[in-house]
């Protein structure tokens, strides 16, 4: 793997997108079960998770982004997939410790915890102020990610500005952690230079890798990452 860490959204409700996901070069597949799957795909989603598990066992680059650990997606996500391998998975939507501390313990019902891996997604101003005792408390956090979409909804906002003051503060707390930091999706995927920009603003800003929406965003992304840190 890289110094940097490029990482490619697949929907849960798109199976041969997953499939063509895992032969590009990209350093980890998310298969998403949570923004882009309607609340009444929930469960097909997950069954096209489920018996994707079940045809590629031992996957090292697949990472499942769950539901958030608010009503009964999340621990369905975990008690369908976690019996079937799922070790890498990223969290979204956590709003404080209690958030965090609920998925280990749903966790421990299905496997040792110490064989899970967390990326924990920074989606909301609530959390800043819990992370560093969840990363003391649970080492399986490995990774903060940040959901820019989201974040900017919870601060009712349209910013730029407001979602890179964010972008800073997170890689600041993160860097104290010990830990990476991923930056967000850049939606344009058509325009060469807009995806080259952004990314190099964020491998610049200390990013340790960063999420995509489409594969042409993959060498852009990873040329402007590789440029930042010659």
Not at 48 to 74: C, K, W, Y
Request: glycine content about 6%; proline content about 4%; hydrophobic content about 40%.
């Amino acid at each position: 793997m890289t110094d940097h860490v490029i990482s490619l959204y697949v929907s849960a409700t798109k199976p041969g997108y997953i499939e063509h996901a895992l032969t590009v070069s990209v350093d980890e597949v998310v298969v998403d079960l949570e923004d882009s799957v309607p609340s009444d795909e929930k469960d097909s989603a997950r069954d096209v998770a489920r018996e994707f598990l079940r045809a590629h066992p031992g996957v090292e680059n697949l990472i499942i982004r769950v539901n958030q650990p608010r009503g009964t997606a999340l621990y369905d996500d975990l008690s369908a997939l976690v019996p079937l391998g799922l070790r890498a998975i990223r969290l979204p939507g956590a709003r404080r410790f209690e958030d965090v501390s609920r998925f280990f313990s749903w966790t421990k019902e299905f496997v040792d915890q110490s064989s899970v891996r967390l990326e924990l997604m920074i989606e909301n101003r609530e959390i800043f102020s819990d992370i560093t005792r969840i990363v003391e408390t649970f080492p399986q956090v490995k990774a903060l990610t940040f959901g820019g979409g989201d974040y900017l909804a919870d601060i009712k906002s349209e910013s730029l500005e407001s979602l890179w003051e964010a972008k800073r503060q997170l890689v600041a707390v993160a860097r104290e952690c010990g830990l990476p930091a991923y930056d967000t999706v850049f939606s344009d995927y058509h325009s060469r230079d807009l995806v080259f920009g952004d990314a190099l603003r964020a491998a610049s800003l200390g990013f340790h890798g960063k999420s995509v929406i489409h594969p042409a965003q993959i060498p852009v992304t990873r040329e402007a990452f590789s440029d930042a840190c010659s």
